[in-house]
């Protein structure tokens, strides 16, 4: 698995709020099969079986943006592809967990 975080800021829009635009590019997300994804307030994580995908997915979201009418869009990638074993974004908030509890 591979996880990737990605945010999406368009610029010089004529409102402040960019939501919108961001719903937009979450609807491309809903299209998309075997992806999970989590919404956070600064960003979307999004689980899927390959870097390659994870690109396709950015590279679509991103155009979304475009599509609507946006001159100027800022768009950041984090990217965890772990080979030495299967990682999930569950999995890493559970390891976190299970740290903070004190059970490492």
Do not use: C, F
């Not at 945010?7 to 491309?28: L, Q």
């Amino acid at each position: 698995m591979a996880i990737m975080e990605i945010s999406i800021i368009p610029i010089g829009t004529k409102s402040a709020s960019v939501s919108s635009y961001v719903a937009e590019a979450v609807k491309v997300l809903n299209k998309e099969k075997n992806v999970i994804y989590e919404l956070t307030s600064m960003g979307t994580i999004i689980q899927s079986d390959s870097v390659k995908h994870l690109l396709m997915i950015a590279e679509k979201m991103h155009a979304e943006i475009l599509k609507k009418g946006v001159d100027r869009i800022v768009t950041s990638i984090k990217i965890d592809d772990r080979k030495d074993k299967n990682i999930t974004m569950n999995g890493k908030i559970k390891s976190l967990e299970k740290k903070l509890r004190g059970k490492i």
